[in-house]
């Protein structure tokens, strides 16, 4: 049975800043340029998370007013995603471990209370090869990063998968993904 929950309603909230205090370029103290609001719809219920965006306030700094997400960010939803990368990686498992779907993805997806359309599920399953594509093609570079250098410092920092392979490497990948905010 279909929830009658407003698609906008929030039911938790979480507040995001970011981990790096001072600029990388110049190393003066970064300052909380504002808050932003996004809503993320994930398995677990809709957040609305609070995020703070800072910058450099110091005029010669080649990052002067330059702004930056919190890196949490990324461990929720790709840049301008509505859903959140549990639900991505849900439905890659169900789509490429157990062969489902879209419209029996669509189908569960709606049995556990996510108002989300049958499109909006094809969108996500493309998000997710995205993300398996991507990894394949970091995995190429680092190897060859690893082969210049010898050796490679990796740091994720990516939520406990809970189902198949998939799910990890969609946060591997995810991990990858963050450099671009
Ligand atoms: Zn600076």
Same mark, same amino acid.
């Given at each position: 049975? !279909?929830? %009658?929950? /407003?698609? *906008?309603?929030?039911? &938790?909230t979480a507040s995001l800043r970011p981990l790096q205090r001072t600029?990388?370029?110049?190393?003066?103290p970064l300052w909380i340029a504002y808050h932003t609001r996004r809503?993320?719809?994930?398995?677990?219920?809709? &957040?609305?998370l609070r995020i703070a965006i800072s910058q450099?306030? @110091?005029? @010669?700094?080649?990052?002067?007013?330059?702004r930056s997400h919190p890196e949490e960010e990324g461990r929720w939803?790709?840049?301008?995603?509505? &859903?959140?990368?549990?639900?991505?990686?849900?439905?890659? &498992? =169900?789509?490429?471990?157990? #062969?489902?779907?879209? /419209?029996?993805?669509?189908?569960?997806?709606? !049995?556990?209370?996510?108002?989300? *359309?049958?499109? !909006?599920?094809? #969108?996500?399953? #493309?998000?997710?090869? +995205?993300?398996? *594509?991507?990894?394949?093609?970091? %995995?190429?570079?680092?190897?060859?990063?690893?082969?210049?250098?010898?050796?490679?410092?990796?740091?994720?920092d990516?939520?406990?998968?809970?189902?198949?392979? +998939?799910?990890?490497?969609? =946060?591997?990948? @995810?991990?990858?993904?963050?450099? *671009?905010f």
């Amino acid at each position: 049975m !279909a929830r %009658r929950t /407003p698609k *906008s309603e929030a039911q &938790f909230t979480a507040s995001l800043r970011p981990l790096q205090r001072t600029c990388p370029q110049c190393g003066n103290p970064l300052w909380i340029a504002y808050h932003t609001r996004r809503k993320i719809v994930t398995l677990e219920g809709i &957040f609305q998370l609070r995020i703070a965006i800072s910058q450099c306030h @110091t005029p @010669t700094c080649a990052r002067y007013h330059v702004r930056s997400h919190p890196e949490e960010e990324g461990r929720w939803a790709l840049p301008h995603g509505e &859903f959140g990368l549990d639900i991505i990686a849900l439905i890659g &498992f =169900w789509r490429f471990q157990e #062969h489902r779907s879209v /419209p029996e993805m669509h189908q569960r997806l709606q !049995a556990r209370g996510l108002v989300i *359309s049958g499109r !909006a599920v094809t #969108h996500l399953l #493309h998000r997710y090869e +995205e993300l398996v *594509s991507l990894h394949v093609t970091d %995995r190429v570079r680092i190897a060859a990063r690893l082969h210049e250098q010898g050796q490679v410092i990796l740091a994720l920092d990516g939520l406990q998968p809970d189902v198949g392979h +998939e799910v990890r490497l969609s =946060w591997c990948a @995810t991990a990858c993904l963050k450099k *671009s905010f």
